[in-house]
């Protein structure tokens, strides 16, 4: 009896894991539903996929708009290693620990931001033997148009979906995260 209910709970995390690919009848994840996303099932799957493609949309967005801003060359693993250098600056092997990322992964990283003028190497006045990298003027001027756009898009948020539901969705997203939520590692955790 024991062996046929754990076939039966295999079958069925099978079918639904296996929705991934072929959600419902031969339609793949990537065609959308012809129901209204209110009123169908949702998929376990589907809520890391929607918190990262909400994610996306909004890097997407900030990225045209520091494009027209004068940034058109960021990307958005640019971002994650500006805030790796900090307003101290770091060494590069202190800019990999913080992204996660091998020491030679975060020295082609700094001298990319070195060639986009982001950031600038320079004497460790307390260690003469350590190079730090700090950010410029001009790493200043793209963290600080960041934030304003994630301002606005959190706006363009609240304007379309209510205060509120904003609110109410960032306090659940907080109480739903480890306590360390900011991490700088995404670039190296998803290169895996």
């Not at 079918?15 to 339609?27: C, D, F, L, P, Y």
């Not at 060494?91 to 060639?115: H, M, P």
């Not at 950031?119 to 410029?136: G, M």
Request: glycine share 10%; charged share 25%; hydrophobic share 40%.
């Amino acid at each position: 009896m024991a062996c046929s209910s754990s076939v039966r709970w295999t079958t069925r995390l099978t079918k639904k894991v296996n929705q991934v690919v072929h959600h419902g009848k031969g339609r793949t994840l990537s065609e959308p539903s012809p129901l209204p996303a209110e009123s169908r099932e949702s998929y376990g799957f589907e809520l890391p996929l929607l918190l990262f493609a909400g994610f996306r949309s909004i890097i997407d967005e900030l990225h045209a708009d520091l494009a027209r801003q004068g940034h058109p060359d960021a990307r958005p693993a640019h971002g994650f290693a500006l805030q790796a250098v900090g307003r101290g600056g770091a060494t590069a092997s202190e800019v990999g620990r913080r992204l996660g990322i091998s020491k030679q992964a975060a020295g082609k990283t700094v001298d990319r931001l070195l060639q986009l003028g982001y950031v600038e190497r320079a004497d460790d006045p307390s260690d003469a033997r350590r190079k730090l990298v700090r950010l410029t003027p001009h790493g200043v001027d793209l963290l600080a148009r960041s934030a304003e756009v994630f301002e606005r898009v959190r706006g363009d948020w609240m304007a379309a979906l209510g205060a509120e539901r904003v609110r109410a969705m960032e306090a659940d997203l907080r109480r739903m995260v480890p306590q360390a939520f900011f991490r700088l590692d995404v670039a190296g955790w998803l290169g895996g």
